[in-house]
């Protein structure tokens, strides 16, 4: 099961391309779903989201996630279906496609981190993969029903994550991934002034942010160097007119998602992945993942995020595509720990293709954070 939605009051979450909701991760029940549309999706869209297809292929290349799910308010939900976006205006029962994303969208269609809300606004950021494909910056003022292009991105790849400063009027979003496609910008909904704030070297290539009162944290996106280290940008550095983020911790694979949650002093988690391709905008078609392991870390703003502390740890679930045989003409799924936070449940964390966990929802609840010190080795 993927979870999409962990808030105090309710959790979303999908099977295939089945929608569960409810108050506790054991009183999860069916309440929609997006119906497949042959004509409209084709047959690979088909096959690669609707059971059983999809089932059998996970048995051969291990498990895929293709499907996010979003909340604009508590009725209205849009989603992604591969490269389809659809909306739903009654909680889930049911859905209407409302636009297509670019022919090269990754099997997500976009990233979880992609979308946000802004006073009513919905913006999405594409993923497309073929590097001329000038990804957009979508915005809906009608919850997902229709759509314009805010911003156009001619010098990146793709947006990785679109999020709400909960802390001022903007947004933040990352970019990739050649080096000078790597960018954190701010963007003023208000004007549609777009700011770049820092970028230029694989140092800048983030996913999600970490985005606190007084620093905006990150992780490098980087599957092809041996350290991908977390950064801390003060906001102080923001008025400056070339900020400098600092080292705070250096992980051995790509970082992806991020969360924060308050318990006293603000905690930042971060979890890694284990890329199983090559990638393509590497300056020698660098590997997948060195470490076999995916990862999710903490630290606290009390210590100034000096110090960090290790949550989980996975490894990637075994496929048939692992053989040394097979491998050399199958593709093989990589594994995420996706993240969310919230004061009620603390951090929530959803394994996908892992050895255990697979699908299940983890809750570290917030008063663990109150003696982490005693329960949780540094990492």
């Known amino acids: 099961m993927r979870v999409h939605v962990a808030a105090n009051d309710r959790i979303l979450a999908t099977s295939g391309r089945q929608l569960f909701s409810g108050r506790d991760p054991d009183s999860l029940s069916r309440c929609g779903g997006i119906p497949r549309d042959l004509a409209t999706e084709g047959v690979k869209n088909t096959l690669v989201t609707a059971r059983p297809w999809k089932s059998l292929l996970e048995g051969i290349v ?13 009725a209205d939900l849009i989603a992604t279906l591969g490269r389809y976006v659809y909306r739903s205006p009654d909680g889930g029962r ?28 919905v913006y999405l950021g594409e993923y497309p993969l073929d590097s001329d494909a000038s990804p957009r910056l979508l915005a809906s003022t009608d919850c997902g029903a229709t759509w314009t292009t805010a911003h156009r991105f001619p010098d990146v790849r793709h947006v990785h ?42 140092s800048w290539r983030a996913v999600e942010l970490a985005i606190t009162a007084d620093a905006i944290l990150w992780g490098m996106d980087c599957v092809y160097s041996d350290v991908n280290r977390v ?60 470490d076999d392991e995916a990862v999710v870390v903490a630290s606290s703003s009390a210590s100034n995020y000096s110090e960090w502390y290790e949550l989980k ?67």
């Open 62 to 74: 291990g498990q895929f996630p293709t499907v996010n799910v979003w909340s604009v308010t508590e």
């Open 94 to 121: 049911t859905w209407r496609q409302t636009l297509e994303l670019p022919p090269s969208s990754g099997q997500m269609g976009v990233l979880p981190s992609a979308v946000a809300v802004a006073d009513g606004t």
């Open 161 to 202: 994550s679109v999020q709400v400063d909960p802390y001022d009027d903007g947004l933040w979003l990352t970019t990739g991934d050649v080096d000078r496609a790597c960018r954190l910008y701010r963007y003023r909904p208000q004007d549609g002034q777009l700011r770049v704030v820092g970028g230029g070297s694989q």
């Open 231 to 290: 950064y801390r940008l003060p906001r102080s550095e923001l008025g400056t007119s070339s900020p400098t983020p600092e080292v705070v911790h250096t992980l051995p694979s790509s970082v992806f998602y991020a969360a924060v949650l308050s318990v006293d002093d603000e905690w930042v988690a971060f979890s890694t992945a284990i890329e199983t391709g090559g990638d393509s905008t590497a300056p020698d078609a660098g590997g997948g993942s060195t």
């Open 313 to 379: 740890r996975y490894r990637k679930r075994r496929c048939l595509s692992d053989s040394q045989t097979l491998g050399e003409f199958l593709p093989n799924a990589n594994a995420y720990v996706f993240l969310h936070a919230s004061p009620e449940r603390g951090f929530v964390l959803n394994p996908c293709n892992t050895r255990r966990d697979d699908g299940q929802i983890v809750q570290i609840p917030p008063e663990r954070f109150l003696t982490i010190y005693e329960r949780y080795p540094r990492s």
